[in-house]
């Protein structure tokens, strides 16, 4: 099974709103990852977790929070958004054990499209 | 630093034929991997095929196969007999010695004609 779940689907959310996306792996995967993908553009790396813990942030606003509870889940919180946070946002996760994945490819779940207004 | 160029914005296949998308990259880590990834327009990005830098064979997964060129630094990605399904956006990314970060391409928009 390489399934990567993410909800909700949609999102449409003012610049005063709070909403959290979720992402979901039963992979057993151990590093976890936030992608943020405009139209047309290649996919930019957000955060990364590794083994629970927050390993790599790329400079993101505040404004996005995430939020790993445990090796399974993935939350991104959004707090006061700009209309130019609308994207697609992709979750993905992989292995981190050598021998477990020969190329740590990374699996990706459907994103969520999120449209501030 | 890590570089992933894709030079073709847009490409047209006939079905059932094979087409290739081209990859080239730069690092100066001497173990890296290749990656491929396949867009559809619903929006999941789906592994397709990967390519380390020590393996001697060039990767294959059914209908794709990675091109390996080291000394060139290029990955292209081969799909024969070209179906409706697979039109696509294509990324092709690489990862260096810090195997959580990806760098990608900035894709190839791939249409299969009836």
């Known amino acids: 099974d390489t399934e990567v779940t993410q909800t909700p689907k949609h999102l449409v959310m003012g610049m005063t709103n709070k909403k959290s996306l979720k992402c979901e792996q ?24 590794s083994y629970e813990k927050l390993s790599i942030n790329e400079s993101v606003p505040s404004r996005f929070s995430p939020e790993c509870p445990n090796s399974s889940l993935l939350n991104l919180h959004l707090h006061a958004l700009q209309p130019e946070d609308s994207a697609l ?5 992989s292995h981190l054990t050598p021998g477990l994945a020969r190329g740590y490819e990374q699996y990706f779940g459907p994103g969520t499209r999120l449209t501030v207004t | 630093a890590q570089k992933i160029t894709q030079t073709q914005p847009g490409m047209f296949v006939q079905e059932k034929e094979a087409v290739t998308l081209d990859c080239t990259y730069d690092t100066s880590d001497p173990s890296y991997g290749l990656f491929w990834y396949k867009q559809p327009s619903s929006g999941e ?7 380390g830098s020590y393996d001697q064979q060039n990767a294959t997964e059914g209908r794709y196969s990675l091109n390996f060129q080291k000394a060139r630094k290029s990955a292209n990605l081969v799909i024969s007999a070209s179906q409706l399904g697979d039109s696509a956006m294509y990324f092709c990314a690489m990862r260096g010695y810090n195997f959580n970060k990806f760098y990608f391409g900035s894709g190839t928009k791939l249409n299969v004609k009836p």
Do not use: D, N, T
């Open chain 1, 26 to 49: 039963h992979m057993g995967h151990r590093a976890m990852y936030w992608y943020k993908q405009k139209a047309k553009k290649p996919p930019e790396l957000m955060f990364v977790y």
């Open chain 1, 89 to 93: 946002y992709l979750c993905a996760s």
């Open chain 2, 45 to 51: 990005m789906i592994f397709l095929i990967y390519q």
